[in-house]
């Protein structure tokens, strides 16, 4: 190819503090790059970042007439758009801007003793870097319109607070929830810390406003089957599973006038089937047409189909409202959203496999989510705590606390901090206390971990009310076969004495994990997860709520443990993230497209059925049989352009001869 | 800070300054444990675990914790003349339940090999050393153990060096390499 002798690159080399400057020669690296072919400018500067670091560009772009610019800075995911702008305001090209990262991969890398190599590391990094630049062209951004809609997945209080904020910012919501009704773990609870406001009292209104919000599409029993599109631009298949009972608006689109659930419970009263209700940890009976607590929204009846027999007497009872359908199937359906918040939330760790506590082999032994079902008014036992193995009122009450967290022990355990059990197991210890005369609450800690606001002033609260609190890490728990007490092993640490604690009932603060399905319904969105498993997020300080797919955010414990407060609080950033580009109307797409050069395409189709994007496709020019791109479907990923056999498809910004010249400048050294 | 001194030797050491100092921490002896012990003995956090689960402590004054805090902070001479260091009887109850995935068995076993070789060893296990020697077993065989075997239909002697004590000198080779038998000797004659 042809050497570009026009150019004239701007190489500036940033001291980044110490972070760079620490650890390889700046200077050097700006002195070696003036030698460089076509570098009519170089300098050092602490931090490029700083205004006057971006002024350096503007200013030396004016007086060199400079058609490139390279900077030597930190990672591109950083900085590149603040050095695109500063490009685009000295009046060049945004992106005839190129970044050499010369602190993440180099100076951080090679903090001790690799001076001289993290030197010359550098220099080939802007060598390369400026050969690269010589090669780059004006490329505008591609603006797409952006669809007035969004949808949120999950309908626990992070996605109820997610989606009325979003509705009432005047946006089209498709609420998703998988299960029949919405509510999600925080209707399961029974109070909440530290105030103690009842779970359910707190939560009941913002289901019921999310259940007649005009703005929000309430659609539980549904889940995400598949997503296409890109931000703006989302078209989202939901699988509508078969409820066996439709709403009234359902029953009137059928014609049937008057018709559909109205919550009434006729059906249930005469279904013959019993089942563990899940909703209650299978402590409850239930019936295969069921609801799970009084104040569900929808209020619309469901039929389990694995439990159900068919008979038809709910038929029968529910008369002519005609609302039960014994044979309906899975529904279909695409919307199309702007933007998407993943609410998905947690599941425990199978904590039966932790065997020395002896969960499910000891009867006594529950997790908390057992325990306030059993301490819930509205619960299997309504409200009185009983053991399992007698139905007998317990006098004594162990609470383990990182039962499977904080532990590295691999298989279910998990090395994070779950962050709600110290604060959840102070409030059990309370409930007891208050609830059961003479009651004694034993908690078993390592730290207590009540960091936020009025959370220590609770501890303080809870050990006044007269909780004993262990500081040891419980070792294990055996079970007297004749009385079915607990012997809780473990060592008072602060005594420096092991101890054999006899206790009535003892509640595993159990770790928590994502819920089943939460890996394949992100990686439909194109959804990172970082290494604890939980769903990434871009940044976990300043992007906590964002994702790396553009138009995708994250509220509430998808995103790793949170109390209801940080939930709610990150559902209202995710919101207000996911609102702007709907209220902007449009966003700009780099212009990193798939070309089809048309003179040199065969027009074969085999890249047509490469991409995956479905953003290719044959059609007809000039009498001639070539590839089109749909531009605002290309992600930019390059696998026609590294298959095509006529090389006849161009990658914008990552042009052969751009990449050859990135190569050919590292392997010449220069020359 | 000049000692104060009483005139008497019991007070002195009563009223001896207690407290922790940095200067009492040896770095190179957590270094020496975690190389010894092949396990990440400076990752501990004292969650008493270990010693909950240890079927030693509750009858004794041995806590496996306290050795593991000694480490973390290198109180080499604390840990090493302790004499509840040998009340481990290595079951590795504590090992199969640490949450920090450390194995505490294997830094007690780290220390008495370091304690070994400053010649801190209770007698009876270098007596031990010396039966090992001689007949190839920590507890070789007796006649009520014999009386027991033929009971049950075993032969009276086990199929070890019992059986075939021309390969007790295999044994003594190898103890002698290490110099074991030679340093329990030395160590019981010069108490």
Sequence with gaps: MAENTEAKIGVFVCHCGTNIAGSLDVKAVAEYAKTLPNVAFAADYQYMCSTPGQNMIKEAIAEHKLTGIVVAACSPRLHEPTFRIATKEGGVNMFRFEMANIREQNSWVHMHGMHDEATAKAKDQVRMAVAKAKYLEDLVPKSVPVEKAAMVV???????????????????????????????????????????????????????????????????????????????????????KARGVMTPVEAAAKGIVGGGCNGCGDCTAVCPVVKPNAFEFGMAPRKAIYINHPQVVPLI???????????????????????????????????????????????????????????????????????????????????????????????????????????????????????????????????????????????FYMDIRSFGKAYEEFYYRIQNEGCKFIRGRVANILEDPETKNLHVFAEDTLLGRPADFELDLVVLAAAIQPIEGANPLRKKFGVSASADGWM???????????????????????????????????????????????????????????????????????????????????????????MQVTEAKCKGCGTCGGFCPGGAIKMQHFTTPQIVAQIDAYLMGGQ | ???????????????????????????????????????????????????????????????????????????????????????????????DRCPRDIAPTDVIMAMRNLAFKKDIVPRNFLQTVQLIYNSGHGVPNNDVNRAARKRLGLTADPPTTHMYPEYIKGIQKILDHFGLKENADRIIKGE
């Design chain 1, 301 to 443: 009846y469901t039929v389990d189909f694995n439990a159900c027999v068919k008979c038809g007497l709910c038929v029968e009872a529910c008369g002519t409202k005609k609302a039960i359908d014994l044979d309906m199937v899975d529904e279909f359906r695409t919307v199309k959203v702007g933007t998407v918040i993943l609410a998905t939330g947690y599941d425990y760790i199978p904590i039966e496999e932790k065997k020395e506590w002896g969960y499910k082999r000891h009867e006594n032994v529950i997790h908390s989510l057992e325990f306030e079902r059993l301490i819930c008014a509205s619960g299997p036992t309504g409200g009185h705590l009983v053991r399992p193995s007698d139905g007998a009122t317990p006098k004594s009450v162990g609470f383990v606390l990182c039962a499977g967290s904080r532990d590295n022990t691999g298989g279910v355990a998990k090395a994070y901090c779950s962050r709600f059990c110290c604060m959840y197991s102070l409030k059990h210890a309370h409930q007891i206390m208050e609830k059961i005369e003479g009651c004694t609450a034993y908690i």
């Design chain 2, 1 to 95: 800070m000049a000692a104060k001194s009483y005139d008497n030797p019991e007070l002195n050491k009563k009223l001896a300054d207690q407290r922790y100092h940095i200067s009492q921490s040896n770095p190179q002896f957590t270094k020496d444990v975690i190389k010894t012990s092949r396990t990440i003995a400076n990752m501990c956090y004292q969650c008493g675990t270990c010693t909950g689960s240890c079927p030693s402590a509750p009858r004794s004054t041995y806590r496996i914790r306290l050795f593991m805090r000694r480490n973390v902070l290198g109180l080499e001479n604390e840990a090493l003349t302790d004499p509840d260091l040998w009340l481990c009887t290595t079951c590795y109850s504590c090992t």
């Design chain 1, 536 to 626: 990434l997020e871009a940044h976990p300080k300043l992007n906590p709520c964002g994702t790396t797919t553009a138009g995708v955010f994250l509220a509430g414990v998808c995103q790793g443990p949170k109390d209801i407060p940080d939930t709610v609080a990150q559902a209202e950033g995710a919101a207000s993230a996911a609102s702007i580009p709907i209220h902007v109307g449009q966003v700009e797409l780099e212009p990193y497209f798939a070309q089809c050069m048309d003179e040199l395409c065969a027009g074969c189709g085999m890249c047509v059925n490469l991409c995956p994007y479905s953003a290719l496709a044959l059609t007809e020019k000039n009498g001639r049989t070539v």
């Design chain 1, 154 to 240: 999950g309908g626990g209080v992070g996605g109820i607070q997610a989606s009325l904020d979003l509705a009432s910012a005047g946006i089209k919501t498709y609420l998703v929830e998988k299960a029949e009704s919405i509510g999600g773990r925080m209707s399961q609870l029974d109070k909440t810390f530290p105030t103690l406001d009842c779970s359910q009292c707190i939560l009941a209104p913002k289901m019921v406003d999310a259940g007649r919000h005009p703005n929000i599409e309430l659609l539980s029993l549904h889940e995400v089957e598949n997503v296409e599109g890109y931000i703006g631009n989302f078209d989202v298949t939901l699988r509508k």
